[in-house]
């Protein structure tokens, strides 16, 4: 079993940053990728990053450049560094680990508003 604690939400203003983190924490577990997905009221879940076992990154078009995930194998967590944040970007965001099958964080809300 995976246990995945987020960290990191807050309230900030437009064109702030902030870091999200996730600890993977359980028995020994596989990795192929881990990420994270937002949600926003009324609408879809998205997928907004992705880092594989082998390090490729792959991001929403609507935070490319703004966005950067990375993982730290030793401490079994990975991040979502957020730059220069829109009102769009307010949503909870969920990390994933992904192995033989998916597993979710509780979600962490951020919001972006002045």
């Known amino acids: 079993q995976v246990q995945l604690v987020e960290s990191g939400g807050d309230l900030v203003q437009p064109g702030g940053s902030l870091r999200l983190s996730c600890a993977a924490s359980?028995?020994?577990?596989?990795?192929?990728?881990l990420g994270w997905h937002r949600q926003a009221p009324g609408k879809q879940r998205e997928q907004v990053a992705l880092?594989?076992?082998?390090?490729?990154?792959n991001y929403a078009d609507s935070v490319k450049g703004r966005f950067a995930i990375s993982r730290d194998n030793a401490k079994n967590t990975w991040y979502l560094q957020m730059n220069d944040l829109k009102p769009e970007d307010t949503a909870v965001y969920y990390c994933?680990?992904?192995?033989?099958?998916?597993?979710w964080g509780q979600g962490t809300q951020v919001t972006v508003s002045s």
């Open positions: 880092i594989t076992n082998a390090g490729i990154t």
């Open positions: 359980g028995s020994s577990f596989s990795i192929s990728a």
């Open positions: 994933f680990l992904r192995n033989t099958g998916i597993y």
